[in-house]
């Protein structure tokens, strides 16, 4: 556990299943008075009072940070500019500001284009946890427990800003990492952001088909498996791959030629390539479970 000084008021902007989760696990750490949900939905926002995720609710995002000693930026990465700007001339000197945004580059550079005052006290970081699951009613109290969040620290933060976000993200259960916003953009486009695009084209070209009732009553638990993140917010993901479309295309281009290699094993019959590729891949995964992720055995 870590010894961070309690928050008088959090603002969370975005309370869906990042921001929401971050109150709760604040909230259960007892290291927030308040915490004020901003929001472009209402609904979501009545959803997330009821169920006890804010204390109060708030539309607009700069009266809610007139006061804020924390603020979170959880929208979409689509979202970040329009958010940063209205809350720009209201934000108190003193404020600590993060964000959860999947994407570093994109959001360091809005944060320098709309928040130059503030960046001293701006931290970006990035959860690495989450689902598939959307909204105020997703979120979870031990959403980020034993979960990586990457602080990518900017050469102006102030050692007691990083430290309090590491501190708040702790509290929450989190194992803080560092890297830079370029290393950060280029390993979750491979690990996350490809994967995200191939699971979404699969079930979109499957339901294309002219017997895809036919071809979904049938789908089992490898196509549930395979295809669980394409029930992720379309929204989120557009953001996502517009902000790291540099990384994306080259990571889609690597696939591709993958894909042609299998194709080309395939119409050559030669179960012996097909086979090396299928051992090679299972060793990698098997690896990534047992040594990487420390699980101790493998699926
Ligand atoms: P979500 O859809 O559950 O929540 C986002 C919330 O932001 C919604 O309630 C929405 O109404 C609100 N919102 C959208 N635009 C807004 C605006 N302009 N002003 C105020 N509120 C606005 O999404 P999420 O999964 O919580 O993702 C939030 C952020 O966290 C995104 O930047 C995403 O890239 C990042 N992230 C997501 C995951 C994941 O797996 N879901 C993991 C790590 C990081």
């Known amino acids: 556990m870590t010894t961070t000084n309690k928050i008088n008021k959090l603002v969370v902007i975005g309370v869906g299943l990042i921001g929401g989760s971050f109150a709760l696990a604040l909230k259960r750490a007892g290291l927030v008075n308040t915490v004020t949900g901003v929001g472009r939905s209402p609904a ?86 989450g689902a598939e699951k959307s909204g105020a009613e997703a979120a979870l109290v031990d959403l980020y427990y034993n979960k990586n969040l990457v602080i990518t620290a900017l050469s102006e933060n102030t050692a007691d800003a990083i430290k309090r976000v590491r501190d708040l993200w702790l509290a929450c259960g989190a194992r803080i990492r560092e890297m830079t916003p370029a290393e950060h953009d280029g390993v979750f486009a491979a690990v996350s952001h490809l994967p995200h695009l191939l699971a979404f084209a699969l079930v979109d070209e499957i339901a294309a088909k002219p017997n895809a009732e036919q071809c979904f009553r049938f789908a089992a638990s490898g196509f549930r498996d395979s295809t669980r993140i394409a029930s992720s917010s379309p929204e989120m993901w557009r953001d996502i791959s517009l902000a790291n479309r540099n990384a994306l295309l080259e990571e889609l281009q690597q696939y591709q030629q993958q894909l042609t290699r299998l194709q080309m094993l395939l119409a050559n019959a030669d179960g012996e390539g097909m086979l090396a590729m299928f051992t090679r891949a299972r060793d990698a995964r098997n690896h990534w479970l047992t040594e990487i992720l420390g699980s101790g055995k493998a699926e």
């Open 44 to 129: 979501n926002l009545d959803t997330a009072l009821r169920l006890g995720v804010v204390d109060e609710i708030c539309v607009d995002p700069a009266s809610a940070v007139v006061d804020a000693d924390m603020v979170l930026l959880a929208v979409p990465v689509g979202q970040m500019a329009g958010v940063m700007a209205a809350i720009a001339p209201a934000l108190p000197e003193y404020a600590v500001v993060s964000d959860a945004g999947s994407t570093k580059q994109d959001v360091v550079a809005l944060a320098r284009q709309f928040l130059p005052q503030h960046l001293p006290r701006f931290v970006p970081a990035h959860p690495i946890a």
